[in-house]
């Protein structure tokens, strides 16, 4: 096992520049309604009013009502439910902590962690499901939904399970800076390992959701979507996860091109590896 990189510094006070319009826009949600017009929920009108219930915020200033008119003309589906897209806008500023919304157009010094907070919107989303479908049907669907929703980004094409190690440069800037603690190297076959022993998306959402399985879904699940968007033959496999109350993210990613066999390394690798 060859040690490729640590990351130790976590940072509960860093910050990101980010233009309000890029985090306003609760373009999660509004594809799910697409997502619905082919994949039919249950119940839709119980779902939607049960989002309303756990999307409640306070009032937005007046001021307000101009630049969320602009951020709601941009979802086609959210715009024809106005009343839902518009509670989504002025829930995700609540979170982000605008007390006014700024210009749409000029970037802003944003908390990373606050930046997390929008991604409890598809938590709530998530919750909503649950109440029209049993939780383990909401979640298949969920992930169905993601699986769709995440086709239509770009992602590099790499050659080498190797190339995902160095995607996770991230952490030294954008949402993730200094927000993860982790470990990366390389098996002798080949194989690229990542541990991880904090994680801001995990902290941030646990903190306020509480609800371990949902977390999970929305955070977590997707990495194995994304090893496959990065190339048809990268198999990620992973065992334990920190937002289910793990005390470490186990990641190892796979090549079928070169390991005919998928096995996932045992607990005392992991635990030797520090």
């Known amino acids: ?54 999307l409640k915020h306070k009032a937005r200033p007046a001021g307000d009502e101009v630049s969320m008119g602009k951020l709601l003309s941009s979802m086609p589906y959210l715009r024809q439910d106005p009343e839902l897209g518009l509670a989504a806008i002025a829930w995700l500023a609540e979170a982000l902590g605008m007390r006014r919304i700024p210009k749409l157009d000029k970037e802003i010094r944003l908390l990373c962690e606050n930046y997390y907070k929008a991604r409890v919107l598809q938590c709530l989303t998530l919750k909503a499901l649950t109440a029209v479908m049993p939780r383990q049907k909401a979640l298949a669907y969920f992930e169905g939904f993601l699986a769709e929703r995440y086709k239509s980004f770009k992602l590099s094409k790499l050659k080498q399970v190797r190339e995902k190690l160095g995607l996770h440069e991230e952490v030294k800037r954008g949402a993730l800076k200094d927000g993860a603690v982790f470990l990366q190297g390389m098996t002798d076959d080949g194989r690229a390992v990542m541990k991880i022993t904090r994680c801001r998306p995990a902290e941030v959402l646990l903190r306020e959701i509480k609800d371990p399985q949902i977390v999970h879904a929305v955070i977590c699940q997707p990495d194995f979507l994304w090893a496959k968007l990065n190339n048809p033959a990268f198999e990620l496999t992973r065992q334990k996860s920190l937002a289910l109350g793990m005390p470490y993210c186990g990641h190892v990613w796979h090549d079928k091109r070169v390991h005919k066999v998928i096995k996932h390394p045992s607990r005392k690798f992991w635990e030797a590896l520090n």
Do not use: G
């Open 1 to 54: 096992m060859k040690i490729l990189n640590r990351v130790s510094k976590y940072d509960r006070a860093a910050h990101l520049r980010v233009r309000p319009d890029q985090v306003l826009i609760p373009q999660s949600l509004d594809f799910l309604l697409k997502y619905t017009r082919k994949h039919p929920i249950p119940r839709p009108l119980v779902f939607r009013q049960r989002l309303l219930e756990l």
